[in-house]
């Protein structure tokens, strides 16, 4: 009898031993789809990376950008010569950056939110508008091909001779425009006003025939 009170408790332990480690899985993978797409456990105290296991906004954004990149990886494959990757760790560092911002949790989920809609219009892997063709300043030879996207926020990739701009949509109503690097382009009526480079003069253009 004795023996059997004995199993039967081991059983139990066992038993319980299970219970705790499946406790203990189903935790952690609730910390995981909670967490960003990194491991936290290997992130030290201050900085961005921090900020951003502490913030369940955050996290989310940031899994969201793990799966487009994801998406956009696959598009990619055959890119040559292959910039994805460094791009992206280009743009993890500016991430990073944003410890100079006076509001850095506002640069840090701005910087997400744009890396997101970038390579949604880059990669396409949202709905477009476009390409449309427009003739600018009354010369058929200056040409600027539009592609307006359906990110957040909205986005347009602009392409003039060897040129490529990918603008952001800043603003609402009649006064938004989409601003790039150093190009912008605001849409007026059945045409486009469109600035080319820092200091350019602003070229009007209407749509190709």
């Known amino acids: 009898m004795k023996h059997c009170l004995t199993r039967s408790r081991l059983s139990g332990v066992v038993a319980a031993m299970a219970v705790a480690v499946a406790a203990t899985w189903i935790a952690l993978q609730s910390a995981r789809a909670q967490g960003p797409s990194f491991d936290c456990a290997k992130v030290p105290p201050g900085g961005i990376a921090r900020m951003v296991c502490d913030d369940a906004a955050l996290s ?15 598009k990619a494959a055959n890119e040559h010569p292959p910039t994805l990757r460094a791009e992206q760790n280009g743009w993890i560092r500016g991430r990073d950056d944003c410890w100079k911002a006076d509001d850095k949790r506002a640069c840090v989920a701005g910087e997400y939110t744009r890396r997101i809609a970038a390579l949604q219009a880059r990669y396409r892997l949202v709905p477009g508008r476009g ?8 010369d058929l030879r200056n040409e600027i091909v539009t592609t307006f996207f359906a990110t957040e926020p909205p986005t347009l990739i ?36 469109v600035v080319w480079g820092y200091g350019a003069t602003e070229l009007h253009c209407v749509k190709a025939p």
Do not use: Q, T
């Open 131 to 138: 390409p449309v063709a427009w003739f600018c300043e009354g």
């Open 60 to 74: 989310a954004l940031d899994r969201k950008l793990a799966d487009v990149y994801g998406a956009a990886a696959k």
């Open 158 to 193: 602009a392409e003039r001779g060897d040129s490529v701009s990918l603008m952001y949509r800043e603003g609402s109503g009649p006064d938004s425009r989409f601003v790039g690097r150093n190009e912008s382009l605001k849409e007026r009526g059945d045409g486009i006003s």
